[in-house]
């Protein structure tokens, strides 16, 4: 087979975003080869972000990453998930990896900012790789026939093969190139809000989710560093109330923010009174509208989107972090197969068709979803609660678990299994030695 142009160390790919996924792709392409930079807009890695876990293909991605026991390693040492009525009393129990691939707290549990970093380590000791933070494309000048050119926030204008575009969810980049043509925000009608708070004996090893009445729940969770994870979430129950939300989501006045927290949840028993208290002292309030991106094509010419950026498919699905991946490791996979004088279209166009089917399967959440979980009515909280609490006494696989987690079924036979419906390629220039 003759050699491939990333072989050759003739690929030149620009990433824009050094989150999940751009690390991930970055590590695969320096493996076969190719030369890459990687953007990333803050000074230095984001530490933030809450509980994500890794699942199905996601998990073999990491494994050929030789990073699998580093994760392992930064687990958040949750034991499991209860239910807790309004004084704190469980009435519902799922220990640790019971529902099977809907599990509720799966082996693999890791903060966000711990696998940013483990990935970033991994990626930055590879020949051919350079990241570059506190750096943004400023535009892009030209995404022309043979090759691409981006002014950067330094001021240079660079030139590259590829520049790929995984800079998130609201990624600027993919407005300027992209336009809003074919673009599709999917609002689920749900916001959420959660930061760090200090550990007290309340907290213990579970993470404890509460329903409270009119639609709210607040979850904590504990994590590795000692100190425990909360977070707020509503389905808004009436115009006015979806538009308080909606514009505090879209601001970045996080004292707006944390007023609505706190007038829309400070009548809750439990422990929400001090999550409350404590929101000032946290410097890492993060406030989402949950709200899915699809785009109709994930390229134009040499430009391509990867991980949220082209499908972010909400914390509901539980998969965001396994699709970055996923979708990595495919794209770097069908770069590298690219012959000289080949035009990095077609690698994008086959990333497209073959991971478009499982990106759509996996964001196909059911429109009920939120609500359910939110249930509005005293009664129908009641109906929710009790069935929670029948599905952890009667059933290991229940169906509350798997509407929590994700849709599909992710079986972990001895923890590595591909899901994918396509069989899972092996890309030669992959295969190590
Ligand atoms: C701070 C933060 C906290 C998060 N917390 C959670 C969470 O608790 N639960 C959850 O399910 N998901 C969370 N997410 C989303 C989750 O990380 C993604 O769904 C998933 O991992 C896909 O990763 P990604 O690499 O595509 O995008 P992201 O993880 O969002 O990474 C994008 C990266 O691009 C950088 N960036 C943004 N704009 C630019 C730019 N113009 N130029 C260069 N770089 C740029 C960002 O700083 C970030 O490092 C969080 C994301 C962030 C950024
Ligand atoms: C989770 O992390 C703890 C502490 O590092 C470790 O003792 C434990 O074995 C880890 N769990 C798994 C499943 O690897």
Same mark, same amino acid.
């Given at each position: 087979?003759?050699?491939?142009?990333?072989?050759?160390?003739?690929? /030149?790919?620009? %990433?824009?975003?050094?989150?999940?996924?751009?690390?991930?792709?970055?590590?695969?392409?320096?493996?076969?080869?190719?030369?890459?930079?990687?953007?990333?807009?803050?000074?230095?890695?984001?530490?933030?972000?809450?509980?994500?876990?890794? /699942?199905?293909?996601?998990?073999?991605?990491? $494994?050929?990453?030789?990073?699998?026991?580093?994760?392992?390693?930064?687990?958040?040492?949750?034991?499991?998930?209860? #239910? %807790?009525?309004?004084?704190?009393?469980?009435?519902?129990?799922?220990?640790?990896?019971?529902?099977?691939?809907?599990?509720?707290?799966?082996?693999?549990?890791?903060?966000?900012?711990?696998?940013? $970093?483990?990935?970033?380590?991994?990626?930055?000791?590879?020949?051919?790789?350079?990241?570059?933070?506190?750096?943004?494309?400023?535009? %892009? %000048?030209?995404?022309?026939?043979?090759?691409?050119?981006?002014?950067?926030?330094?001021?240079?204008?660079?030139?590259?093969?590829?520049?790929?575009?995984?800079?998130?969810?609201?990624?600027?980049?993919?407005? +300027?190139?992209?336009?809003?043509?074919?673009?599709?925000?999917?609002?689920?009608?749900?916001?959420?809000?959660?930061?760090?708070? *200090?550990?007290?004996?309340?907290?213990?090893?579970?993470?404890?989710?509460?329903?409270?009445? /009119?639609?709210?729940?607040?979850?904590?969770?504990?994590?590795?560093?000692?100190?425990?994870?909360?977070?707020?979430?509503?389905?808004?129950?009436?115009?006015?109330?979806?538009?308080?939300?909606?514009?505090?989501?879209?601001?970045?006045?996080?004292?707006?923010?944390?007023?609505?927290?706190?007038?829309?949840?400070?009548?809750?028993?439990?422990?929400?009174?001090?999550?409350?208290?404590?929101?000032?002292?946290?410097?890492?309030?993060? #406030?989402?509208?949950?709200? +899915?991106?699809?785009?109709?094509?994930?390229?134009?010419? /040499?430009?391509?989107?990867?991980?949220?950026?082209?499908?972010?498919?909400? *914390?509901?699905?539980?998969?965001?972090?396994?699709?970055?991946?996923?979708?990595?490791?495919?794209?770097?996979? $069908?770069?590298?197969?690219?012959?000289?004088?080949?035009?990095?279209?077609?690698?994008?166009?086959?990333?497209?068709?073959?991971?478009?089917?499982?990106?759509?399967?996996?964001?196909?959440?059911? #429109? #009920?979803?939120?609500?359910?979980?939110?249930?509005?009515?005293?009664?129908?909280?009641?109906?929710?609660?009790?069935?929670?609490?029948?599905?952890?006494?009667?059933?290991?696989?229940?169906?509350?678990?798997?509407?929590?987690?994700?849709?599909?079924?992710?079986?972990?036979?001895?923890?590595?299994?591909?899901?994918?419906?396509?069989?899972?390629?092996?890309?030669?220039?992959?295969?190590?030695?």
């Amino acid at each position: 087979m003759a050699s491939s142009l990333a072989a050759q160390g003739g690929l /030149r790919v620009l %990433v824009s975003g050094a989150g999940i996924a751009g690390p991930t792709l970055a590590w695969f392409l320096a493996r076969s080869g190719a030369r890459v930079t990687v953007l990333e807009r803050a000074s230095d890695l984001l530490a933030q972000g809450q509980n994500i876990d890794l /699942r199905g293909t996601a998990l073999n991605v990491v $494994h050929q990453m030789g990073v699998l026991d580093a994760i392992r390693a930064c687990n958040t040492t949750e034991k499991g998930t209860e #239910f %807790v009525d309004d004084r704190g009393r469980p009435f519902a129990t799922f220990a640790l990896g019971e529902g099977g691939g809907g599990a509720l707290t799966t082996e693999y549990e890791i903060l966000r900012g711990d696998l940013a $970093h483990i990935l970033y380590k991994a990626a930055e000791s590879q020949p051919g790789v350079d990241f570059r933070f506190g750096t943004t494309i400023e535009r %892009v %000048v030209e995404n022309g026939e043979s090759a691409v050119r981006v002014e950067l926030s330094s001021g240079e204008e660079v030139e590259y093969d590829v520049l790929v575009l995984a800079d998130g969810q609201w990624s600027k980049m993919r407005k +300027q190139v992209f336009g809003t043509e074919g673009l599709e925000v999917v609002d689920k009608n749900c916001y959420v809000g959660y930061y760090t708070v *200090p550990r007290t004996s309340e907290d213990g090893e579970m993470s404890c989710i509460h329903i409270a009445p /009119r639609s709210r729940v607040v979850l904590t969770r504990p994590d590795n560093h000692g100190t425990t994870r909360a977070s707020f979430s509503i389905v808004p129950n009436d115009a006015a109330q979806k538009e308080a939300w909606e514009r505090a989501s879209r601001s970045r006045d996080r004292k707006l923010q944390m007023d609505l927290l706190r007038s829309e949840f400070g009548d809750i028993g439990w422990k929400a009174p001090r999550l409350l208290r404590e929101m000032d002292a946290a410097d890492d309030l993060y #406030f989402q509208g949950v709200q +899915q991106i699809r785009l109709a094509k994930w390229y134009k010419n /040499r430009v391509v989107c990867l991980g949220d950026t082209a499908y972010a498919p909400t *914390p509901l699905t539980g998969m965001g972090t396994s699709l970055a991946i996923d979708g990595a490791y495919l794209l770097a996979g $069908h770069l590298s197969q690219l012959q000289p004088g080949q035009h990095p279209a077609t690698a994008f166009q086959a990333y497209d068709e073959q991971f478009r089917p499982f990106v759509s399967k996996t964001q196909a959440i059911p #429109f #009920f979803v939120p609500r359910i979980l939110h249930p509005q009515a005293a009664w129908s909280r009641w109906i929710v609660q009790t069935l929670i609490a029948t599905a952890a006494r009667v059933s290991r696989l229940s169906w509350i678990t798997k509407l929590f987690a994700t849709n599909k079924p992710t079986t972990l036979s001895d923890g590595l299994v591909a899901e994918l419906d396509a069989p899972f390629p092996s890309f030669p220039a992959f295969r190590r030695s």
